[in-house]
């Protein structure tokens, strides 16, 4: 009982001096007038709520051309999560479009390709969700299936609304796998493009039952999933990458004086 209490009095402190880490959420954008002329910037609560509950501080990080004071906001952020969104355009991994598209506006995928290396250099955490993990392929040279359905043969249904639950299979020697313990889960699943070709020192490390790419590990401290785990909020299982995440980036988080 003397050791468990003690055990339990460190844990105590270990969060009292390290607080809880500020996670930075980037934002969807959702266009107002044609051609992205006006729009608002929008976020899922889901993530943010997601956030809160692994035990970190969700801060949302708006598109700023101003490079120089978003390299300011990165040095307060301990972790920083890419939300899911629209389509890449296709220029931005050499290919004309040729299929359904709905393309995401351009600022955006600028701006977070340049927030992404940043972040980096930084050393931040970074989890990459749906269309972050499609981001991170193509900012590392790789290229997606601008769509999957007209693409590739016999492929289920991933953008369902009545069925959005499908099955992902884990490699064993993924970190995936380290942190959700298991070969196989089944997961929400909302997107019709897909990593088509891996970027450089990108590895492929979880598939759908029909063989589609739905996890990519390689860069330091990254993690990039291309289904929803904050909606499955009462899923134990999901929720273990949040709680990875945040423990990850509370190691950055700088001791409070006490």
């Known amino acids: 009982m003397k050791k468990r209490r003690r055990k339990q009095k460190r844990r105590v402190r270990r969060r009292r001096l390290t607080g809880k880490p500020i996670i930075g959420i980037t ?3 959702h266009k107002l007038k044609p051609y992205f002329s006006e729009f608002e910037l929008m976020c899922d609560y889901r993530y943010v709520r997601a956030i809160i509950r692994a035990g970190g501080i969700p801060v ?5 051309p101003l490079r120089r004071d978003s390299a300011r906001l990165l040095d307060h952020l301990n972790g920083l999560v890419f939300i899911g969104g629209a389509d890449i355009p296709p220029t931005f991994y ?6 359904k598209v709905a393309p995401m506006y351009r600022g955006r995928t600028y701006f977070e390709m340049w927030l992404y290396r940043a972040a980096q250099r930084k050393g931040i ?8 993990m499609q981001l991170l392929n193509v900012i590392y040279g790789g290229k997606l299936y601008q769509d999957m359905s007209t693409q590739v043969k016999g492929i289920r249904n991933h953008v369902s609304k009545r069925n959005p639950m499908e099955r992902v299979y884990l490699q064993e ?3 995936y796998y380290k942190i959700f313990k298991k070969k196989t889960m089944m997961v929400h699943c909302q997107h019709h493009q897909a990593v088509k070709v891996p970027g450089k020192s990108l590895r492929i490390t979880a598939y759908a039952d029909d063989g589609m790419p739905e996890a990519l590990e390689g860069p330091p401290r990254t993690f990039a999933v291309q289904w929803h785990p904050e909606r499955q909020e009462k899923d ?3 929720q273990r990458l949040f709680r990875h ?9 700088r001791p409070r004086r006490v």
């Open 27 to 29: 934002c969807e954008v």
């Open 60 to 64: 949302l990080v708006p598109i700023n």
């Open 94 to 99: 050499g290919e004309k479009t040729k299929k």
């Open 125 to 132: 955490p970074i989890l990459a969700i749906c269309y972050g």
């Open 173 to 175: 020697d993924s970190l």
């Open 236 to 238: 134990p299982v999901q």
């Open 245 to 253: 995440f945040i423990a990850l980036a509370r190691t950055g988080v």
